[in-house]
């Protein structure tokens, strides 16, 4: 089975309809089906394979925002309530389309889904750029499209800052004159030399190498660096503010981890930022307000945990990757040092912490609110 993704007219449908003709000509048949993220996937794909041939492929269309781990999860991962991952179905590639014209305009200016009538539900606060990196970093093949049409200082940015992204990924360009018979022979090359990791996609990610030290920082003379902030003292909410309200004059690509609020001090923030949009979250308790009964049963998981407990605030901490274009890490470092709470500060501890004013927005619901009217 094969996954396509990419944002409508990026160049996925036309994509797709090359890859059935391409079958053709080996007298084998691709079958189509469209996952719209609402509908029941699994029973489609049913559906599809009751067919019974042998010369018979699968790809899976996917809506533009729909987010790759969420359909991998499926089958890789137990469902809510325990259920076992349906592995009767295979996912051998991921990929994800992109319009190279307009990637680097489209993070630098989100768009709400819910401004786009996109959004799954009252919920739903993604922007189009938040779509479109977690597209990229978790696929093992991206198709740049429209590349040929770009200014050539532009396209090596754009490419740049998708390897950045996602270092594992395969690039295939689309060449002048479109998706020729040559490049779905080259596209298939890759996809059927591939095999789908979910451990390896899911940690593949830019941002998860940053932190793990493994990132190649790839330099094509476009000045992306990349750093890691890591720190066991919380953030003071206002000053932690402050400083994501300056990040709109800088050029971000990609941030993500997780933070400690002093006033929060009880849940995990994962804070996610895709070019100009920013989002913070819930990630839920920490594991040191965790009860130890409702903890992993996993030997494993346990021994993980411990791997990051420092008493008295057990696995409270900061650590989180920043990738970007040309980033002065001596100034955030000391930027973000600035947020974190002072010495007295921290000595009159999480009873008087949680007393202070705290203007970020409310997670302890989920209200949709997020933090792109701060960097704008």
């Given at each position: 089975m094969r996954v396509v993704f990419g944002w409508g007219g990026s160049g996925k449908s036309t994509l797709i309809e090359a890859l059935i003709q391409s079958m053709i000509q080996f007298k084998k048949k691709l079958v189509v089906v469209t996952d719209d993220g609402r509908s029941d996937l699994i029973a489609s794909l049913e559906i599809a394979m009751s067919q019974g041939r042998q010369d018979l492929e699968v790809a899976v269309e996917a809506d533009s925002v729909l987010e790759p781990i969420a359909v991998a999860e499926l089958f890789y991962l137990e469902g809510?309530?325990?259920?076992?991952?349906?592995?009767?179905?295979?996912?051998?590639?991921?990929?994800?389309?992109?319009?190279?014209?307009t990637f680097l305009e489209d993070l630098a200016k989100p768009e709400s889904l819910h401004e786009l009538g996109l959004d799954f539900d009252d919920i739903d606060d993604r922007t189009k750029?938040?779509?479109?990196?977690?597209?990229?970093?978790?696929?093992?093949?991206?198709?740049?499209?429209?590349?040929?049409?770009?200014?050539a200082t532009i396209f090596a940015r754009t490419k740049s800052a998708i390897e950045w992204l996602n270092p594992r990924a395969q690039l295939l360009e689309v060449p002048v004159d479109g998706i020729t018979r040559e490049f779905t022979e080259d596209f298939w090359h890759h996809a059927n030399a591939n095999e789908f990791d979910f451990d390896e996609s899911a940690e593949g990610a830019g941002w998860i190498q940053v932190l793990a030290s493994t990132h190649p920082r790839l330099d094509r003379g476009q000045n992306l660096s990349s750093m890691a902030f890591r720190a066991r003292r919380p953030f003071h909410p206002e000053r932690f503010k402050n400083f994501i309200e300056s990040l709109s004059a800088m050029e971000v690509l990609r941030i993500k981890g997780w933070v400690w609020i002093a006033t929060r001090n009880g849940e995990m923030g994962l804070w996610s930022v895709a070019g100009a949009s920013s989002v913070l979250v819930s990630a839920g308790a920490w594991m040191a307000?965790?009860?130890?009964?409702?903890?992993?049963?996993?030997?494993?998981?346990?021994?993980?945990?411990?791997?990051?407990?420092?008493?008295p605030?057990?696995?409270?901490?900061?650590?989180?990757?920043?990738?970007?274009?040309?980033?002065?890490?001596?100034?955030?470092?000391?930027?973000?040092?600035?947020?974190?709470?002072?010495?007295?500060?921290?000595?009159?501890?999480?009873?008087?912490?949680?007393?202070?004013?705290?203007?970020?927005?409310?997670?302890?619901?989920?209200?949709?609110?997020?933090?792109?009217?701060?960097?704008?």
């Open positions: 809510e309530h325990g259920e076992p991952p349906d592995d009767r179905f295979e996912i051998h590639t991921m990929a994800t389309v992109i319009d190279a014209r750029a938040d779509v479109l990196v977690e597209q990229i970093e978790f696929s093992d093949i991206i198709v740049l499209n429209r590349a040929s049409e770009l200014d307000a965790t009860p130890m009964g409702e903890w992993p049963d996993d030997p494993d998981e346990r021994a993980d945990i411990m791997d990051e407990w420092i008493p605030y057990g696995d409270r901490r900061q650590e989180f990757a920043m990738i970007g274009f040309q980033l002065n890490e001596l100034e955030l470092r000391r930027a973000l040092k600035n947020c974190l709470l002072t010495d007295s500060e921290f000595e009159q501890g999480p009873e008087q912490w949680t007393r202070w004013p705290d203007s970020l927005p409310d997670w302890s619901v989920d209200t949709g609110d997020d933090f792109d009217g701060l960097l704008q």
